[in-house]
Each structure stands twice: as structure tokens, then as C-alpha cells.
């Protein structure tokens, strides 16, 4: 979990952000990204991809990462923006969002996935990155939980839809309260599951 990190320190960089994000499946709700600068040589070997966590275990490395990390900054893409410019655009911008967020600028960045960011910042894409990486998978765990707020919020907003469970993604109850109540504002109306749903509603089958 500390290989690219110690490439990057060997290479000379002395303050490397990890960074990913949360909320790229789901049928409602913003995406959220983190970026996270740990101190050089910390490893924690409970910290990991976050979708390999538990709700109760997320928040306790949430706390941990907190106390322990040197920079913390976050992102967001809001339903107008993924619906209008689509999720990858709208992840990889919230993704430079919490980057330019930080308090002080990286020398480096280790990205999630394929694709880089829009920034000079000399940086490196890691498929699975949240798995490969403890820079990654503590931004990883504070995207995730920052973005499960934000969903308990809109739950409070919308309760027949029962964000508090599936924080938007495609469950079948999520799809079933669409067909009986309709799109809410924070409903991504691009996506095919949400078209698939409208769709049934409005057949006269």
C-alpha cells in the first residue's frame, strides 16, 4: 500500500495527495472526492478501499485519517454538472476541485482509475487505486462518508425514498419509490436507470 508512495518520495516529492471519489453508480445525489496528504512514511494497515469497509469501520478510519493527516480537502460535482458535461467529467473535475481545495499545493498526486486530472501538477493515474495505494484508499474513506452525510441529509428531505439505506444507488427499492413518487431534484435524469424507471412508469403495460 506504500509502493507509488515511496517511488514519488524517492523521486523527491515530499507532499503527495491521494485522491478518489464516491458516487459515480448512483441514480441520485452529488459525487464527492477527497484529497488526502498523510505525512511521509505513515501506513496504517486498517486503512484500505473503502467499499472493503463497514459503515462503523469507515467512520472510525474517518476519524483516524483526520487526526493523522497533514491535508484534507474536498470536492463536489452537483446533478447539474454530471447531467450536463456526464459522470466522468463531472468526477474527474470534483476530483481537481478537492485538490485546489487544499491548504497547500501537492508536488504530486496519485489519482484513482485510468484517467488523470486537469492540473500541472505531475500526477499518476492507478487503476484500482484504492486497493494499491494508502493515500488513495484514506481519500477513498473520507469521500465515502462525506458523501453518506450529504445522502442522510437529502433523506431527510425525500424520505419515501430511503436515501439513509442506498444512498442513491440502484437498489430495487430505490427504483420501486421512483416509479410510485417520481424524480426528486438530486435524480441524475442522464442516467439510464433513472430513463429505465420514467420509462416503465410511463408504459401503459
Given at each position: ?42 501506513m496504517?494497515?486498517e ?34 454538472e454530471?447531467d ?122
Open positions: 500500500m506504500r509502493l507509488f508512495e515511496d517511488e514519488a518520495e524517492k523521486a523527491g516529492y515530499k507532499v503527495i495527495a491521494g485522491i478518489d471519489e464516491a458516487g459515480r453508480g448512483p441514480l441520485a445525489g452529488p459525487v464527492v472526492s477527497a484529497s488526502v496528504v498523510l505525512p511521509l512514511g505513515f496504517d494497515p486503512i484500505t478501499d473503502s467499499k472493503k469497509l463497514t459503515p462503523k469501520k469507515r467512520d472510525l478510519l474517518y476519524l483516524k485519517i483526520s487526526e493523522h493527516a497533514l491535508f484534507i480537502a474536498i470536492g463536489v460535482a452537483d446533478i447539474v454530471i450536463k458535461v456526464n459522470i466522468l467529467n463531472a468526477s474527474l473535475n470534483s476530483m481537481k476541485r478537492s485538490c485546489e481545495n487544499l491548504m497547500v499545493k501537492p508536488d504530486f498526486l496519485l489519482i484513482d482509475g485510468k484517467f488523470e486530472i486537469d492540473s500541472e501538477i505531475p500526477q499518476k493515474a492507478i487503476i484500482k487505486g484504492d486497493s494499491r495505494s494508502i493515500s488513495i484508499a484514506a481519500a477513498s474513506i473520507i469521500a465515502k462518508v462525506e458523501r453518506d452525510r450529504l445522502m442522510l441529509k437529502f433523506d431527510q428531505l425525500y424520505p419515501e425514498y430511503g436515501f439513509a439505506q442506498h444512498k442513491g444507488y440502484p437498489t430495487k427499492a430505490h427504483k420501486k419509490a421512483i416509479i410510485e413518487h417520481g424524480v426528486t431534484p438530486i435524480h441524475r435524469r442522464t442516467f439510464k436507470g433513472v430513463k429505465e424507471v420514467l420509462s416503465a412508469k410511463q408504459s401503459p403495460n
